[in-house]
């Protein structure tokens, strides 16, 4: 049968950070409106889309051998349109089309709104179609910045982390230009979004059901925008979006240290919905490898911004993440930041290999020169005491109660070790505390998107197990009225 109407079954496969499933919800939802169906299933599809990244190469790498399977799939499938959006469309531009012939599609990370006609364009003409921003050398400032368009108009819940949960987008770009990373060329400029249309986006997702909203930026602390005459900051912004009625706990990542002031942290503390979570990377403990990686702080900064949130946030989480075997990094260096693991006690820390990109200043001027190998060791060893580090400070919250806001059934086995008969109307639940760490329950599903009490029991480094605790009504005596279980 030829397919003179193709019946639009669209594929996507999304990797990289939350820009890029918060960019696949935006390109889903506006395909959808087009009369496409997601499917799961690549071999059945007439549109695959690949939403893409370039941090490190073996992002990269992952998404070549992924288009590589696709290599003969246009013999038996004439009408299939394959695409490669995101960082690394933005990134490698033509030399996709060199790499994988089959592609028919490359768009950045700056025109997600034209997918659509893209697509049409490609299918109809079966020519190839790229549509990408000006690279950061290519024009002025503002001639670069409005070739990065930021697209957030339409949504679409099945493709949320759960239905009580949506990111939202109040930054694009990266200014920072740290010398590793690739961000800043395949995301364009920094700027800011207009307060005034995230409160109605974060009030048109409260109206859908959300109840938490995690706020989206590479440097999110940094959120800068004059409207009306105010100049909004972040501690604004969170003071605007915590009007929202229906909205139970608000996030935002990732923080830049520099920009952690003081009135952030006071605006953390006095507005009950937002997560006492910081997800602030100190990306390593040598002064040295710091000044290299043009981070911008020292350690000395980073401890004085620590004190600062632990004295006026106190229950407040930190976590970090960290490069292992950067250009010329000692045993010396390393050890600092083992040091600086220690000495911070994060919640928990993304730990990387260093991976040279093409373009950035580091490769550029410095040789990658630590072995896979001692980068391997380096970081294992950084795991390790780091997750010593994280089960111990767990073990802590054993005989406390923490505030869950339940995000639906668990998908984990915990369960296993949990080791406890359940009836048939409660489930194994998953949800974070405010802190952000994860707690598991047992509890009716349809507590998913309120917020329960559980008493921790147990913990392994990275979750809290607990029992949901049965809330007491005063009745001016002391009855006690269980409304949570069951
Ligand atoms: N904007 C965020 C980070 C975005 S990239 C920030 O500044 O914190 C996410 C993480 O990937 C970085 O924090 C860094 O630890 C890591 N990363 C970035 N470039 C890398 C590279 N070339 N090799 C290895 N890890 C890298
Ligand atoms: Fe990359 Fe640095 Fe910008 Fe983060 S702040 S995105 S690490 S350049
Ligand atoms: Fe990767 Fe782009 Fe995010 S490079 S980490 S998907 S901003």
């Given at each position: 049968m030829s397919h003179s109407e193709p019946n639009n079954k669209l594929f996507i496969e999304t990797v990289g950070c939350q820009m890029n499933v918060l960019d696949s919800e935006l390109v889903v939802a506006a395909l959808r409106q087009d009369g496409y169906e997601l499917t799961g299933n690549m071999k059945e599809a007439d549109t695959i889309l690949f939403n893409t990244c370039s941090v490190r190469e073996h992002a990269e790498q992952k998404i070549y051998s992924q288009l590589g399977r696709l290599k003969y799939s246009k013999e038996t499938r004439p009408n299939l349109v394959i695409g490669v959006m995101g960082c690394m469309a933005q990134k490698d531009q033509k030399l996709i089309f060199q790499r994988a012939p089959q592609v028919d599609m490359i768009v950045g990370t700056g025109q997600l709104a034209e997918i659509p006609e893209l697509i049409n364009e490609s299918r109809k003409k079966r020519s190839r179609q790229m549509a990408i921003s000006l690279s950061r050398?290519?024009?002025s400032r503002t001639e670069v910045a409005d070739s990065f368009q930021s697209y957030d108009p339409l949504r679409d819940?099945?493709?949320?982390?759960?239905?009580h949960q949506a990111f939202v987008r109040i930054m694009i770009g990266c200014d920072k230009f740290c010398t590793y990373c690739v961000v800043p060329t395949t995301r364009g400029p920094e700027q800011s979004r207009s307060p005034s249309a995230l409160a109605r986006e974060t009030q048109a997702l409260a109206e859908q059901g959300v109840k938490e909203i995690t706020l989206l930026g590479q440097t999110v602390n940094s959120y800068k925008h004059v409207e009306d005459g105010k100049e909004y900051r972040m501690a604004d912004l969170l003071e605007l979006l915590h009007k929202t009625e229906g909205i139970q706990r608000i996030k935002f990542v990732t923080n830049y240290p520099k920009d952690m002031t003081n009135d952030l942290l006071y605006a953390i503390r006095d507005?009950?919905?937002?997560?006492?979570y910081l997800h602030v990377p100190l990306q390593h403990g040598c002064d040295d490898v710091l000044k290299k990686m043009k981070r911008g702080y020292t350690v000395p900064e980073y401890r004085d911004m620590m004190h600062r949130i632990r004295e006026i946030i106190p229950s407040c989480a930190v976590s970090s993440d960290f490069i292992v075997g950067f250009c010329g990094e000692t045993e010396e260096a390393h050890q600092k930041t083992m040091e600086a693991v220690r000495e911070f006690r994060f919640k928990n820390s993304f730990i990387f290999k260093y991976s040279e990109r093409a373009g950035t200043k580091a490769a550029d001027n410095y040789p990658d020169d630590i072995e896979d190998k001692v980068k391997k060791r380096r970081n294992n060893e950084m795991l390790d005491l780091q997750n010593a580090i994280s089960a111990e400070d767990n073990a802590d919250f054993i005989g406390r109660s923490v505030e869950v806001l339940v995000e639906g059934?668990?998908?984990?086995?915990?369960k296993a070790e949990q080791n406890r008969p359940t009836n048939a109307s409660t489930n194994q639940l998953v949800g974070r505390s405010r802190c952000d760490r994860i707690v598991v329950f047992d509890g009716n599903?349809?507590?998913?998107g309120s917020i329960a009490n559980v008493q921790i029991h147990d913990c392994t480094p990275t979750t809290l197990m607990g029992d949901i605790i049965t809330r007491t009504i005063q009745h001016g005596s002391s009855d006690l009225l269980p409304i949570l279980q069951g």
């Amino acid at each position: 049968m030829s397919h003179s109407e193709p019946n639009n079954k669209l594929f996507i496969e999304t990797v990289g950070c939350q820009m890029n499933v918060l960019d696949s919800e935006l390109v889903v939802a506006a395909l959808r409106q087009d009369g496409y169906e997601l499917t799961g299933n690549m071999k059945e599809a007439d549109t695959i889309l690949f939403n893409t990244c370039s941090v490190r190469e073996h992002a990269e790498q992952k998404i070549y051998s992924q288009l590589g399977r696709l290599k003969y799939s246009k013999e038996t499938r004439p009408n299939l349109v394959i695409g490669v959006m995101g960082c690394m469309a933005q990134k490698d531009q033509k030399l996709i089309f060199q790499r994988a012939p089959q592609v028919d599609m490359i768009v950045g990370t700056g025109q997600l709104a034209e997918i659509p006609e893209l697509i049409n364009e490609s299918r109809k003409k079966r020519s190839r179609q790229m549509a990408i921003s000006l690279s950061r050398r290519g024009g002025s400032r503002t001639e670069v910045a409005d070739s990065f368009q930021s697209y957030d108009p339409l949504r679409d819940p099945t493709m949320r982390p759960s239905p009580h949960q949506a990111f939202v987008r109040i930054m694009i770009g990266c200014d920072k230009f740290c010398t590793y990373c690739v961000v800043p060329t395949t995301r364009g400029p920094e700027q800011s979004r207009s307060p005034s249309a995230l409160a109605r986006e974060t009030q048109a997702l409260a109206e859908q059901g959300v109840k938490e909203i995690t706020l989206l930026g590479q440097t999110v602390n940094s959120y800068k925008h004059v409207e009306d005459g105010k100049e909004y900051r972040m501690a604004d912004l969170l003071e605007l979006l915590h009007k929202t009625e229906g909205i139970q706990r608000i996030k935002f990542v990732t923080n830049y240290p520099k920009d952690m002031t003081n009135d952030l942290l006071y605006a953390i503390r006095d507005l009950p919905k937002v997560a006492h979570y910081l997800h602030v990377p100190l990306q390593h403990g040598c002064d040295d490898v710091l000044k290299k990686m043009k981070r911008g702080y020292t350690v000395p900064e980073y401890r004085d911004m620590m004190h600062r949130i632990r004295e006026i946030i106190p229950s407040c989480a930190v976590s970090s993440d960290f490069i292992v075997g950067f250009c010329g990094e000692t045993e010396e260096a390393h050890q600092k930041t083992m040091e600086a693991v220690r000495e911070f006690r994060f919640k928990n820390s993304f730990i990387f290999k260093y991976s040279e990109r093409a373009g950035t200043k580091a490769a550029d001027n410095y040789p990658d020169d630590i072995e896979d190998k001692v980068k391997k060791r380096r970081n294992n060893e950084m795991l390790d005491l780091q997750n010593a580090i994280s089960a111990e400070d767990n073990a802590d919250f054993i005989g406390r109660s923490v505030e869950v806001l339940v995000e639906g059934p668990s998908k984990s086995a915990v369960k296993a070790e949990q080791n406890r008969p359940t009836n048939a109307s409660t489930n194994q639940l998953v949800g974070r505390s405010r802190c952000d760490r994860i707690v598991v329950f047992d509890g009716n599903p349809r507590l998913a998107g309120s917020i329960a009490n559980v008493q921790i029991h147990d913990c392994t480094p990275t979750t809290l197990m607990g029992d949901i605790i049965t809330r007491t009504i005063q009745h001016g005596s002391s009855d006690l009225l269980p409304i949570l279980q069951g």
